[in-house]
């Protein structure tokens, strides 16, 4: 009984080719946008969550306070008010897993005939340990190499091609500054950073090295910054409260003076630029939601167009037996059929579309499985609904008078 009912429905909408078209558009509109908006949104969200994974976890950088000389102030960092020992003491701690102080720079890198400008970072084991960074060639170096000042260095993946090529970097000779520094080892992968920096385009080097020879520091022991990880994210507000208290007190910094430091909390940063991401999404999914329901009331609207039309086919129908469950179905299948073709039309150039933007814009998109039974439900639910009103509309009509209709 279905079946025959679906073939004439079928039939039925092949009888106006044109309007079924022009009535199905809206659904293929609103999935395929749905579809491309999500897919678009979901690839935002993915970008976000690997800056943040290549970041580190449960995170606080600790800066320097500015300085003031004749009237002009510095920025953060711009004093030497934090030095190693403040980091030692920030160890000790409860709920701190890893302290890296750091003392960075630029400089000019030479190896052979090839040179290339690059991020030299000094800094001490537990660097690699709070930033999640592997060495995937070689070793990292060691506690003694820092006590050591020794001139050995890590080297990022960038920062290894434009020197080496396609050359082992591990073993060889380079020159910071003209200072010759042995390659212990190659870092891994960890791509752009959530400023956009190229994060692989480093070279990391023994902290007293950086501060003895090659940057040189104002006041022994002094760093720009300290990086600072956490057991897990939920202590992370006890343990900013007990750096903030500690470091007051062995700056001697007396109630009611500001610090002399400026601590961030980058997993905090992080997880509102997610938020903001998924936010994004959502507001995508609903705008192109939009088109949906446009496509929903435009099914409607045909089909009381064509119960209008066929009001004399549906007086015949009703006169030779036919029950009112059997208009209302017959109504109903040709609603969830344009609504369903729509839907899979739509689908195919949502995700055409998707992989088009990928393709010329090099944005990455995620055309995941639960978009695309989203979509797609959302839209026959929306045909459904919408189609519902003019089949029962057609059910309803009195046989008498609809025999009557010219």
């Known amino acids: ?120 970072i000094g800094t001490m084991p537990g660097y690699l340990d709070a930033r999640s960074w592997p060495v995937v060639a070689g070793s990292a170096f060691t506690d003694s190499d820092v006590r050591s000042a020794t001139r050995v260095a890590l080297i990022g993946q960038t920062a290894a091609a434009n020197l080496f090529g396609d050359e082992d970097p591990v073993g060889k000779t380079i020159r910071i500054r003209q200072s010759p520094f042995v390659i212990l080892g190659m870092l891994g992968v960890k791509g752009q950073g959530m400023d956009g920096r190229d994060q692989d385009d480093t070279i990391l080097i023994p902290l007293t090295t950086a501060q ?96 209008t039309e066929r009001t004399r086919e549906i007086g015949i129908r009703m006169a030779i037996g036919a029950r009112e469950r059997d208009i209302l179905l017959q109504f109903l299948l040709e609603a969830i059929i344009i609504s369903v073709v729509g839907c899979l039309i739509g689908l195919l150039l949502g995700i055409a579309g998707a992989l088009l933007v990928e393709a010329t814009t090099g944005t990455l998109v995620i055309i995941s499985f639960s978009s695309v039974v989203v979509a797609f439900g959302v839209a026959a639910a929306v045909g459904i609904f919408f189609g519902f009103y003019p089949a029962k509309k057609a059910a309803q009509l009195d046989p008498i008078e609809a025999l009557r209709y010219q």
């Open 1 to 120: 009984m279905t079946l025959a009912m679906l073939g004439e429905a079928w039939r039925a909408m092949g009888a106006n080719r044109l309007r079924t078209f022009l009535t199905m558009l809206g659904m293929v509109i609103g999935v395929g946008a749905v579809v491309l908006m999500m897919s678009i949104g979901q690839g935002a969200q993915y970008a976000i969550k690997q800056s943040i994974s290549a970041m580190g976890s449960n995170l606080f950088i600790l800066l320097s306070g500015s300085t003031q000389a004749g009237g002009v102030r510095s920025g953060s960092g711009g004093g030497y008010t934090l030095n190693v020992a403040d980091a030692e003491a920030i160890a000790e701690l409860s709920g701190v897993q890893a302290v890296a102080p750091i003392h960075t720079g630029s400089a000019q890198v030479v190896y052979g005939p090839n040179n290339w400008n690059t991020s030299v």
């Open 212 to 307: 003895r020879q090659v940057f040189g520091s104002q006041f022994p022991g002094s760093v720009r910054m300290v990086m600072v990880q956490t057991e897990t994210q939920e202590i992370m507000p006890s343990v900013e409260k007990e750096m903030t208290e500690l470091l007051r007190q062995r700056h001697r910094i007396r109630e009611g003076f500001e610090n002399d430091f400026f601590l961030r909390n980058l997993t905090a940063a992080a997880d509102s630029a997610a938020e903001s991401t998924r936010i994004m999404s959502l507001l995508l999914g609903a705008i192109a939601s939009v088109s949906l329901l446009v496509g929903g009331i435009g099914i409607m609207n045909i089909m009381l167009v064509s119960v």
